[in-house]
């Protein structure tokens, strides 16, 4: 079954400024490692403040309806769009989370505090086998340090996710030259 014909909606092109600002959110969100358009595509929702469907941003921001299909869906699963349906109409749109410590928590939390999780278990594996295998003092000292750091890289993330405050005050003070020597590193 074919989507029910959309009405036609007069589309106001992006602004200087809109370009601008979608382009320094996607910039920022892609150095964290998602894509360039996941975050033009949030910022364009968000600046307008109105639900529009597929068909809108592709139009406004140029992308095929390919990219336009996978980056909502990919957002969607972060929690940092939410497709909608006006009253009246029969198809989605999607509209910007703006709640945006809310955003941040649950991209963090389908992210990094997965990843951070996954690594400590995997040094916490690595250091009973290097125990086993009787590795040398001096690298199962270094690997435990790692441990300690995975550690609380994760009681701070998960901190964060509890209470929107991120104290890496623990985490720097094991980077530290001083903190090596204390811990016989």
């Known amino acids: 079954m074919k989507n029910p014909k959309r ?14 600002a979608t382009s320094a959110v996607g910039s920022t969100i892609e150095f964290w490692g ?25 139009a406004l921001l140029g992308l095929s309806k390919g990219a336009v299909s996978m980056v909502t869906n990919e957002l969607e699963k972060w929690g940092v769009i939410h497709r909608v349906r006006l009253p009246g109409e029969a198809f989605w749109r999607f509209r910007a989370e703006t709640e ?10 389908e992210r990094e505090a997965k990843l951070v999780s996954r690594v ?26 790692l441990n300690t750091v995975a550690r609380s890289v994760r009681l701070a993330v998960y ?3 509890a209470t ?17 020597r204390a811990i016989g590193g």
Not at 100 to 109: C, D, F, T
Not at 120 to 145: D, S, V
Not at 164 to 180: E, G
């Open 7 to 20: 009405p036609p909606r007069e589309l106001v092109p992006l602004a200087e400024w809109e370009k601008l």
């Open 100 to 109: 945006l410590g809310e955003m941040i928590s649950h991209v963090i939390a």
């Open 120 to 145: 400590e278990g995997e040094l916490g594996e690595a250091t009973h086998r290097a125990e086993a295998a009787g590795a040398p003092a001096a690298g199962l000292a270094r690997l435990r340090r």
């Open 159 to 161: 901190g964060f996710l």
């Open 34 to 58: 998602f894509k360039l358009n996941h975050g033009r595509v949030w910022a364009l929702l968000y600046l307008r403040d109105q639900a529009m469907d597929a068909s809108e941003i592709r």
């Open 164 to 180: 929107s405050r991120l104290d890496v005050r623990a985490i720097a003070k094991l980077l530290t030259v001083k903190a090596k």
